[in-house]
């Protein structure tokens, strides 16, 4: 039996899951058309899919995850192409129309999913789908689909897909949800876009052939034995240098700084395939090059999953992801063994320990952190009592009401720091921690508090460092300026304490 993935789209749809709660994936509404204009570039009398592509893209938007929700109109041209064997473009099977699709729409409401790829490649793939399964497929020879961005701030984006390499994923393309980056005819994708490379790894739809279009002209370097030696030694120690990187940083819990090594890990991947697939080798090292470029592709996987993983705070894509960077490890020693290079040494680039603790297995609300001053003289503990949102406050110290910036909210998290006792020693007060040691993290981005001084009405005292004596117990108030679409279910609270430990908060009761 074949063993059910979770992918991404499935995490979303699930009905208590946190993404679906934070109201990051949303339905459009099913019962209103897009503003589509559909136009006919060249007549030829005949209307039939000029007529049903309207029909057919509002369908395809039934399935739209990504910035195709945040459209605010579609436009469709539909060419009539050469039909003579001779001089048509083969890939169009000599059928009759060609279409463009625009899909405008704005970046500015995109939240961290549908910045990804993945929600282009979804929404794309939605629209090839639908067309290409309908009754007038036998019509179309290329689909190309435009994201235009009316805020202009992320350029041009561009799919395509030919009649002749929709035929190579014959019936897989009814599983998956989304069709790769490279399986696409053609793609046109700024690299300074800002678009996360994140590719679901678990949704995708396969085809028979994974060299489909091509997006560059490809041009062939040949290399000695020697120079494909060096060559695999040097990317293979880049990549496991950029994986014990992700590792160290995801176990000193500098979350967003493995965030983005995880997206370079990705970026690194597919450039370094990109290259490989150019690269002729002598004979003899072809199976070598081969499982060389099975290894890459699951380095990339295993950066997709950790990207998503830790900015979404899901233990099973991260626990994926370390698997996925021991698969690649594995894969890429056959490869050095085959050449007979050094290995590398997996367990120094990974570890053998469990998942460092993200908010799956943290501290909840209530539960207390024990630690001691850095002298070992004096007992303390920590506790993240509860939570709350508020637009505007008032401080009794400025006498002043003050209130969040546009799209902005407050978020105030209530911190009890008690001095438990006095071990012996010269010292029997302690600090309690600053400000500066808190850091409240969501969806990839770190937070650092806005409190004022003084006392807060309706809130209490505001937090900032205090001497204790023994016994003594302080009870503050952290203030945080967050989105506004911000939600404590998918936030974390981390204090560095140095060596004393990093604990880590969610906002959840045990």
Sequence with gaps: ??????STLEKIEKPN??????????EPDQNSAFDTSVKKVTASGDFELDEISGVLLNEASKNFRGPGLNSVSTNIEVYDLIQDIEISDPDYMLRKNGLVIDINYKSGGLNNLQKTLWGYEVDATSIVKTFYLSKQKNLIGFIIINFNDEN???PPVKFKLTAADMQKFKDSV??????????????????NSGIIPYEDPDSRIYADNILLGTNDVMEYTFL?????????KEKTYSLNDLAQDINEQYHRKEWVGSVEKSTELISLSEQYREEIRGIIVPIGLENAKSDYERA?????????????????NDLEKISKGRKSLVDGLDKLNDVLQTLQLDSIDKYKVIPPSTNALLVSDGMKLKDIYKYQDPYGFNDIS????????????????????????????????????THLGYRGGKYEQINTPDNSDFTLYYMGEEFKDSTPEGYVLGLGHTYKMKVLDRKEHMEAVLIFEVPEDFSEKNAYLKVDLGSEGIPVWSFSYR
């Excluded at 039996?1 to 979770?6: A, C, P, S």
């Excluded at 899951?17 to 949303?26: F, P």
């Excluded at 295993?302 to 979404?312: C, E, P, Q, V």
Aim: hydrophobic share 30%; glycine share 6%.
């Design 296 to 312: 890459l592709d699951v380095y990339s996987d295993s950066g997709m999953y950790l990207w998503y993983g830790i900015t979404f």
């Design 382 to 417: 920590l506790q993240v009592d509860t939570f709350g949102y508020k637009n505007t406050y008032y401080s009794e110290e400025s006498k002043e009401y003050t209130t969040a910036s546009i799209g902005k909210k407050y978020f105030y998290v209530v911190v009890d720091v």
């Design 174 to 191: 009814k599983d998956g949800i989304y069709i790769k980056k490279t399986e696409w005819s053609f793609v046109k994708l700024d690299e």
């Design 17 to 26: 899951n946190i993404l679906d709660k934070l109201g990051l994936i949303s």
């Design 152 to 154: 202009n701030k992320i």
């Design 224 to 232: 000695t034995s020697d120079e494909f030696k060096n060559y695999i």
């Design 1 to 6: 039996m074949t063993e059910k993935k979770n």
